[in-house]
Each structure stands twice: as C-alpha cells, then as structure tokens.
C-alpha cells in the first residue's frame, strides 16, 4: 500500500479532507445561521483554522467574493 507523506494511505487521507471540508461547511452554514450572512473575513477565518491558509490564498479574492455572495443569497431564500 502506498502511503503519502503524512504517512496515510491515499483513500484515508481523502476520507479525511472530505470530512474537514464537511466541518468546514458545518461551521461556515453555523456563522450564516447566527449571523444572517457570512463575510470573507468569516469564510477566510474559518478555511485557515482547518487547513491553515486562507481561502483567498488558494482561490483568489474574485472567487472568495462571489462564493461569499452565493452564500448570503442562500441564507436569505
């Protein structure tokens, strides 16, 4: 069995990023349901205390704004 550098097999070390990603979004969808709407600064916060960058850093600031404007149209419906 080939193991990646975290020392996981690949299939356990995707079962883990798809089940931060799923606390990722619990946490995102807990700020919409407090707060009424969500901000970068929120998305950012969140993102960089599960994988310890911020998303703008992977998907740049347009990305970041018009997933933060889907997330609030949401939250809104």
């Given at each position: 069995m080939r193991r990646t550098r975290t020392g996981c097999s690949r299939g356990r070390r995707r079962v883990y990023r798809w089940t931060v990603t799923r606390r990722?979004?619990?946490?995102?969808?807990?700020?919409?349901?407090?707060?009424?709407r969500v901000s970068q600064d929120?998305?950012?916060?969140?993102?960089?205390?599960?994988?310890?960058?911020p998303l703008v850093d992977v998907i740049g600031i347009?990305?970041?704004?018009?997933?933060?404007?889907?997330?609030n149209s949401l939250a809104l419906s």
């Open positions: 990722e979004a619990r946490d995102i969808a807990e700020v919409l349901a407090q707060q009424g929120d998305v950012d916060g969140i993102r960089e205390s599960w994988f310890d960058e347009a990305e970041v704004t018009a997933l933060v404007v889907r997330m």
